[in-house]
Structures are given as structure tokens and as C-alpha cells.
């Protein structure tokens, strides 16, 4: 069990550049979970996906946000035309269970 | 939804006092409850949890009990040391059908600094 990674760990883009981070669940892991941490703040989810069906979208999720976990493995999280207020920790969890996820090191993104 | 209600901080404490962090929480039913403690430039951590009213959840000296009549899951650890350092959230599924989802709503977190 090596835990759940996400990559980059930092990212500093410019306003109006795309980015996309990844995460690798724990291997057993079926269902995976994006969260958007803002400084002082807890997380706050984004989305959910069971195996490779994407679930659930929170409102937080804009047009410009999509996730994909193409074979229910890693997962992708794009953010187009970023903007300065995207700049956050993006924190992916996987777990087996329904309740009881294990979070990954997160990936701060800066937006300038 | 459920809605969770942390203290907040920062508290400091000098090494060896005790610690409590306040939550108390609103929700249909009995959902599991959390602690996460995130250490600086960490993700989060599963510190603890309750899966049922009456439940005691407890970890590295940490522990919080689930309290249905007060709605309350409060932390409390004993003699807190210098690494215990970081903060800590308070966390509950979003709804009632938290158990086929399973997302969290989290406190706001409490930054526990502990003085050598």
C-alpha cells in the first residue's frame, strides 16, 4: 500500500493557461473523490467517481473544471482558462469502503 | 444536508497540557463521524472515527465520542506533545445517502500549535 499520490505537488501557471493534475488511488481502491481546499478553509468536494462513472458534480465544479478516470484506475482533474480565484489545494481521496478515505499530499496550484 | 460546526482557533498549548477541540454537527440520521489532522504541507490524515452513537473513536492518544444527545464529537487528547502540531477537521457525510456516496463536509479546521 503505498498510499495515494498526486502530481505535480506544485504548479504556478499564468491566468488563462490550462492545467491538469493527477491522482493514483490506492490500487483496491473503487471510488475516488476531488476536493478544492482554499487557505483557512476545509475541503470542499468537487467530484465522485465509482470504477470510471463520474457520480456526482458539486456546483463548485464550473464548465471550465473536468475530471476523468478513464479505467477506473488514476484520475485526471483539467482546469481551462484558469483564473486567479482557482489558485487552491487540490486534494484527491480514494477509499474501499463507503465512509473512511485516505487522502493524497494534494497539489497547490498558483495562479498569477 | 448535514452540516458540520468547528471550534475555531488557533490554541495553543504548552506540551503535556490537555487538549479539547469542539465539534458538533447536524444531521438526518447517524452518519459516521471523522477527525482528519493535516500536518504542515500535508494532505490530510484519518485520525479517528465513530461509525455509531456511543462509539468511541481513538488514535496516538487521541479520542472523541460520538454524543447523539448533544450532537457533539468532541477531541480530546490528554498531554499533547510538540508533534502534534497541525490542524484538525472535523468531518461527516454531506447527506443522508452518505453511504453510497460518501462525500464529506469538513470544518473549517483548528490550528493546534504546541509550545515546548
Known amino acids: 500500500d503505498t498510499g495515494v499520490s498526486q502530481n505535480p505537488r506544485h504548479k504556478i501557471t499564468k491566468r488563462g493557461q490550462n492545467v491538469t493534475f493527477r491522482c493514483d488511488p490506492i490500487?483496491?481502491?473503487?471510488?475516488l473523490y476531488w476536493y478544492r481546499q482554499t487557505l483557512g478553509q476545509g475541503p470542499e468536494f468537487l467530484t465522485y467517481f465509482q470504477n470510471e462513472a463520474q457520480l456526482e458534480k458539486s456546483r463548485l465544479l464550473s464548465d471550465r473544471f473536468s475530471a476523468e478516470r478513464p479505467k477506473g484506475s488514476f484520475s485526471t482533474l483539467e482546469i481551462q482558462r484558469t483564473e486567479q480565484g482557482d489558485s487552491a489545494m487540490y486534494l484527491c481521496a480514494s477509499s474501499l469502503a463507503v465512509d473512511e478515505q485516505y487522502f493524497g499530499p494534494g497539489t497547490r496550484l498558483t495562479v498569477t | 444536508g448535514n452540516s458540520v460546526t468547528q471550534m475555531e482557533g488557533p490554541v495553543t498549548l504548552s506540551e503535556e497540557a490537555f487538549l479539547t477541540i469542539n465539534c458538533t454537527y447536524t444531521a438526518t440520521g447517524y452518519p459516521s463521524l471523522f477527525w482528519y489532522v493535516q500536518y504542515p504541507g500535508e494532505g490530510l490524515q484519518l485520525l479517528l472515527k465513530a461509525t455509531k452513537a456511543d462509539d468511541k473513536g481513538s488514535n496516538k492518544g487521541f479520542e472523541a465520542t460520538y454524543r447523539k444527545e448533544t450532537t457533539s464529537f468532541h477531541l480530546e487528547k490528554g498531554s499533547v506533545q510538540v508533534s502534534d502540531s497541525a490542524v484538525y477537521f472535523c468531518a461527516l457525510p454531506r447527506d443522508r445517502y452518505g453511504g453510497s456516496q460518501g462525500n464529506l463536509i469538513f470544518g473549517k479546521g483548528t490550528k493546534l500549535s504546541v509550545k515546548p
Open positions: 490500487s483496491e481502491h473503487n471510488r
